[in-house]
C-alpha cells in the first residue's frame, strides 16, 4: 500500500486566502520534507521537519509522529504560490512521495 | 555551491534508442538518487547509489541502468527508450542530518520518446 497519503489532491484558492495541505503516513518517520515545484520547475525544498512546528515567512510545518501527520499551511496566498506542493517521508533510508498537492491561486 | 545540475534539459529520442542522461554535485554527498516523475503521480524512486553501491528497485530493475565514476557524477540509462519512458527525470542527491536524510533536487531532464 501507499506509505503516503497526501491531501487535497487539488485546491484553487482565491488570493489572500489561507491554505492547509496535511500528508498522512503510515509508516515510522526519520524526517519529513516538503517540497515545492513550479509549472516545469525543479523541487524545492520548503521545510525539513522531522518533528515538531517550523515557520518560513507564510509558511509553517507541523509534524506530529504519534498522530502519523504532517501539514503545511500557507497564509495570505499569493498568486505565485501556484504550484504543486509534494511531501516526502524518509522511513528507514527508504523515501516515500505523495502524489502532490496542485495549487492555483487566483488573483 | 548546493545546486544538483542535470543535462541536458529537455532530450527528444527515438523508440528503441538509447538515452543517456547526466547528474552532478558538488557538495560531497554519499547518496545520489534518480527519480522519474509523470504528470499527476508522485516521483518514483528507480535506483540510488550509495558510494559506489548501486541500488535498483525492482520492478525498474532491468529497463535503467547507471554509473557513478566519481563522488561528483552519477548518470542514467536506458538501453532501448520506449514511449512509456517520456517523463520527466530528477536526480537527487542526500547528506546524512541529525539521523535523516534532507534531499536536494536537481532541475530535471524532460525527456519525449518519440
Known amino acids: 500500500g501507499q506509505q503516503v497519503q497526501q491531501s487535497p489532491a487539488s485546491l484553487v484558492l482565491q488570493e489572500g486566502e489561507n491554505a492547509e495541505l496535511q500528508c498522512n503516513f503510515s509508516?515510522?518517520?526519520?524526517?519529513m520534507q516538503w517540497f515545492y515545484q513550479r509549472p516545469g520547475g525543479s523541487l524545492v525544498s520548503l521545510f525539513y521537519n522531522p518533528s515538531g512546528t517550523k515557520h518560513s515567512g507564510r509558511l509553517t510545518s507541523t509534524t506530529v509522529i504519534k498522530e502519523r501527520r504532517s501539514s503545511l499551511h500557507i497564509s495570505s496566498s499569493q498568486t505565485t504560490d501556484s504550484g504543486t506542493y509534494l511531501c516526502?517521508?524518509?522511513?528507514?533510508?527508504?523515501?516515500?512521495f505523495g502524489d502532490g498537492t496542485q495549487l492555483v491561486v487566483k488573483p | 555551491d548546493t545546486t544538483v545540475k542535470q543535462n541536458p534539459r529537455y532530450k527528444l529520442a527515438r523508440v528503441g534508442k538509447p538515452v543517456n542522461l547526466i547528474c552532478s554535485q558538488t557538495m560531497n554527498h554519499d547518496t545520489m538518487y534518480w527519480y522519474q516523475k509523470k504528470p499527476n503521480q508522485a516521483p518514483k524512486l528507480l535506483l540510488f547509489y550509495y558510494d559506489k553501491i548501486l541500488n535498483r528497485e525492482a520492478d525498474t530493475f532491468e529497463k535503467f541502468q547507471s554509473s557513478r565514476p566519481n563522488n561528483s557524477f552519477c548518470s542514467l540509462y536506458i538501453g532501448s527508450a520506449g514511449l512509456e519512458y517520456s517523463a520527466m527525470y530528477l536526480c537527487a542527491s542526500s547528506r546524512w542530518q541529525g539521523g535523516a536524510e534532507t534531499l536536494y533536487f536537481g532541475s530535471g531532464t524532460r525527456l519525449t520518446v518519440l
Open positions: 516526502a517521508l524518509d522511513s528507514n533510508n527508504r523515501i516515500f
Open positions: 509508516t515510522s518517520l526519520n524526517s
